[in-house]
C-alpha cells in the first residue's frame, strides 16, 4: 500500500448524487474490483493498480471549517469516490472531524461505507438531526464478496453495523451495488436492520471486465439488472422495508 499525505485545495465538492461531497481520502483499501471511482486516477497522475494506494487529505478539517461558513446548508454525501472509513481512518480520523463538523452546524448528511468502523462514532452520528449511514452489501454470500471486494469487511459484519446503527436510533440503509450472485438473500438478512434500501446496477464503463473474468457473461445487460431489482424490490416490500431501484 502507498500512502502518501496532501493538503488538497477544497474539500467540500459540488456533487451529482446529493449537493456536495466530502471525500478525505483519493484512493481506497477496500480494492472492490468493480469500483467506478478507479477513473480517479486519470486525474490523480496514480500509476498503481486501484486498491494499492491512499492519498490522505490532513487538511480537510481545516478546509471544512473554511469552506462551511461560506454556503447554505445543504446535504453533504461522505463519500462519493472513496470509502470513508477505510482502514486508514481508524489513524487518521478525517471522517470524525469533518462529521463533527458538519452536525456542528446541523447540516444534513449522508454516509456510504462499507466499514463497520462506522460504528466507532455512533455517538456522534446519534447527534445529528438529518443523518444517516448506509453501508454497501452487494451479496449475502461472503465467498462472492472475497472475490470482487477483496479488501472489504465481511458480509456479516457490515449487516451487524446496520443492525447496531438502527437500534441505537440512526436512520441507516443498504446500499445493493451492483447486484452479486447471493443478493437474492439479503431482504431476509436486513429486515429490522434498515429504513430503506437501493439498488443499482453495474457501471459497466468501470466493471464489466470483472464479469467476464467471473463467467457472469449472462448478466452482463440492463435487463438483467432490471429483472433483478424488481424482485429484489418486492421482496423488501413484503419485509416492510421501502426499496428504491435506481435504473
Known sequence: MILRETYALSILSKSQVFD?????????????????????????????????FVDVKINAPDLLRHEIVERPPSRVWISGVCDPYQPLEREYELTKECLKILIQHDWPVTVQTKSPLALRDINLLRRGAEIEVGLSVASADDEIRKLFEPGAPSIRERIGALEELHLAGVRTYAMIAPVLPGAEELPDQLSGKVDYVLVDRMNYHHGDWVYRKYHLEDAMSYDFFYSKGKVLASAFSKQGIECRVLF
Open 20 to 52: 456536495y461531497a466530502v471525500n478525505p481520502y483519493v484512493g481506497c483499501q477496500h480494492a472492490c474490483t468493480y469500483c467506478y471511482a478507479r477513473f480517479m486516477k486519470r486525474f490523480t497522475g496514480h500509476k498503481e493498480p486501484w486498491g494499492e
